[in-house]
Structure formats: structure tokens, C-alpha cells
């Protein structure tokens, strides 16, 4: 029943940007965070940010300055704003539900970013 869906994704040149969203339907009990994870071709997924249910962001070092999550609670939505983009930062994105019960974790499908240099 639940489902996450992102989208966004693309092409962009170094230095562009991109705005992935994630729609999440279904019931989930209670949620304790929202976060974004990368993996690109041949490497082991990663975790890039993350916004708890009060509100507070971390990021990882590789994006601090560059990336910006949020949400949008009305729309059950959560945001990754990443600017400044580097031909490194290519990946498939997923978007992730932390929630307070049994399954605990949620994810998405994937979106596709691509940045050429």
C-alpha cells in the first residue's frame, strides 16, 4: 500500500541544477525522518541527506553547501534541491521513509541524474 515515488531526474551540465521531489502515498504509522541516497554505477548506495520529524537536515560532506532537503507535509512530499552540480554527484537517487514501526523502512524506485562535464 505504500508507495514512494521520485522524480526530477535528468541531464544537466556541471554547475546546473536539479530539483527531485518524492511523493509518498499509503499509510505509514509514524515517521521519524526522510532522507536521499545515491548510487552510481558499481558502487554501494550512499546516504546524501536527511530531515527528521522536527525539522533538523544533515547532510553529507560531499554535498554540504550544494544540496538542500526539504518537505512539504500537505503534499507528503520531500525535496532535494542540488545545485552546483558535479559530474561525480551522477547517480540514481532514492528516496527513504524512516518510519516508528515494523517495516521501518520504506524506499522509491529511483531517479536518474546525469551531469556532464
Known amino acids: 500500500q505504500v508507495q514512494l515515488v521520485e522524480s526530477g531526474g535528468g541531464l544537466v551540465q556541471a554547475g546546473g541544477s536539479l530539483r527531485l521531489s518524492c511523493e509518498v502515498s499509503?499509510?505509514?504509522?509514524?515517521?521519524?525522518?526522510m532522507g536521499w541516497y545515491r548510487q552510481a554505477p558499481r558502487k554501494e548506495r550512499e546516504w546524501v541527506a536527511s530531515?527528521?520529524?522536527?525539522?533538523?537536515?544533515n547532510y553529507a560532506d560531499s554535498v554540504k553547501g550544494r544540496f538542500t532537503i526539504s518537505r512539504d507535509n500537505a503534499k507528503n512530499t520531500v525535496y532535494l534541491q542540488m545545485n552546483s552540480l558535479k559530474p561525480e554527484d551522477t547517480a540514481v537517487y532514492y528516496c527513504?521513509?524512516?518510519?516508528?514501526?515494523?517495516?521501518?523502512?520504506?524506499w522509491g524506485q529511483g531517479t536518474q541524474v546525469t551531469v556532464s562535464s
Open positions: 530531515i527528521t520529524s522536527g525539522g533538523s537536515t
Open positions: 499509503g499509510s505509514i504509522f509514524s515517521i521519524n525522518a
Open positions: 527513504k521513509v524512516q518510519a516508528r514501526a515494523y517495516p521501518f523502512n520504506y
